[in-house]
C-alpha cells in the first residue's frame, strides 16, 4: 500500500465530511482555487493520506486540491454489501465528489485503481472536468504476476478477518521485503522494490488503522476489478479532454512500457518522476506535484 510521506498536516488543511447527492465523503481539502481545483481519488488499500505530500505545495502554486475517502475506503465508511462497490458506483460517487466541490470546472486525479474509477467516472459522459490524470494507472487488467498477489488476497478475505489478513500479510512482508521492504498489503507493490520506505512515527500505526477501516467488501469487488477490466483506452482517446499519464521509473501492476503506450494511444502528455514506483504521489511528492502543476496550468492558460 502506498506509504504516506507525512502524517502531521500543515494547519492550512481542512480534513471534514464533504456532503454530495450520494452521501458524505472524508475529504482532506487546501488551497483557495485561485487557479483552478482538482480532485484527487486514491488506489486499492489507500486512502486520501496518500496524497499528504502534494496538498501544500499545489495549493501555495494557487490550486484547491482536494483528497477523498473513498466509498469503503479508511474514514468515509460504507455498506457491507458488495453491489454497492461495482465500479459504476465509485465513478458515480467521483461525478458526484466534483460536482459537490461548487467551483466548477474540476482536474481529476486518479492513482492506482482511482485511476480505472476516474476512467470510468470521465466515460460516463457526465463530471465538470477540466482534465484527467492517470497516475500509475493503466489500461486494462494489471499484470499477471500482480494477478497473483491479487488473488491471494481475495482468497484470504473470503476466509479470514482482517486483522487476520494483517498480521499475515506482514509475515509475509519480512519473507519477501527487497530492498525497500515491498509490502503485501498492496498486490501493486513489487517483490523487488527499489524506492525507499518512509520513516516516520506513528506510520505503521497508521497503515494498521487504515486497513482495518477498510470494508472487506470494497477489497474483494475492487481486486476483482483489476483481475477483469478490460481495455477501454480507445473509448478514452475519443473523450475531448486534455490528459497526462504519470508514474515512476518502475511499476509492477502495469509496466512501464504500458503506460508508454497507453499515453500514446491516448494523445496524452506523458510524464515519469524520477525516484519514484508506483506512487510518485508518496515517494516523490515535490517532483509530482510540481508536474501536475504545469500540466493543469497548460490547460488553464487561454
Do not use: C
Not at 3 to 26: C, D, H, I, K, N
Not at 141 to 155: P, S, W
Not at 199 to 226: C, I, K, S, Y
Request: proline residues 7%; aromatic residues 6%; glycine residues 10%.
Amino acid at each position: 500500500m502506498s506509504r504516506p510521506p507525512m502524517l502531521e498536516l500543515p494547519q492550512s488543511v481542512r480534513a471534514y465530511r464533504l456532503p454530495t447527492a450520494r452521501g458524505s465523503f472524508a475529504v482532506l481539502d487546501a488551497g483557495d482555487a485561485r487557479r483552478g481545483t482538482a480532485l484527487l481519488v486514491p488506489g486499492f488499500t489507500g486512502s486520501k493520506e496518500d496524497f499528504n505530500g502534494l496538498l501544500e505545495p499545489l495549493a501555495d502554486a494557487g490550486w484547491r486540491v482536494v483528497a477523498v475517502d473513498g466509498r469503503g475506503q479508511h474514514e468515509t465508511g460504507g455498506p457491507g454489501d458488495e453491489s454497492a462497490y461495482a465500479l459504476r458506483e465509485l465513478a458515480a460517487d467521483v461525478v458526484a465528489q466534483a460536482e459537490a466541490l461548487g467551483t466548477g470546472r474540476v482536474h481529476l486525479v486518479g492513482h492506482s485503481f482511482g485511476g480505472l474509477v476516474s476512467r470510468a467516472a470521465v466515460l460516463g459522459g457526465a463530471g465538470p472536468w477540466a482534465s484527467l490524470t492517470l497516475m500509475s494507472s493503466g489500461p486494462a487488467a494489471i499484470d499477471t504476476g500482480q494477478q497473483e498477489r491479487t488473488k491471494m488476497l481475495l482468497d484470504a478475505l473470503a476466509v479470514m478477518d482482517m486483522e487476520g489478513i494483517w498480521r499475515a500479510m506482514q509475515e509475509l512482508d519480512v519473507q519477501e521485503a527487497g530492498p525497500a521492504g515491498a509490502t503485501a498489503t498492496d498486490p501493486t507493490a513489487g517483490p523487488a522494490a527499489t524506492a525507499p520506505r518512509t520513516v516516520q512515527p506513528g506510520l505503521d500505526e497508521f497503515l494498521h488503522r487504515r486497513w482495518l477501516a477498510n470494508v472487506p467488501e470494497l477489497l474483494l469487488v475492487t481486486g476483482r476489478q483489476m483481475l477483469s477490466e478490460p481495455d477501454r483506452v480507445a473509448e478514452l482517446a475519443a473523450v475531448e479532454l486534455p490528459k497526462l499519464v504519470v508514474s515512476g521509473e518502475v511499476d509492477y501492476a502495469w509496466p512501464t512500457a504500458w503506460l508508454d503506450a497507453m499515453a500514446e494511444r491516448l494523445g496524452a502528455r506523458r510524464e515519469v518522476i524520477a525516484g519514484a514506483e508506483h506512487s510518485p504521489n508518496a515517494e516523490q511528492p515535490a517532483a509530482t506535484a510540481a508536474v501536475l502543476d504545469d500540466f493543469w496550468g497548460s490547460v488553464e492558460r487561454p
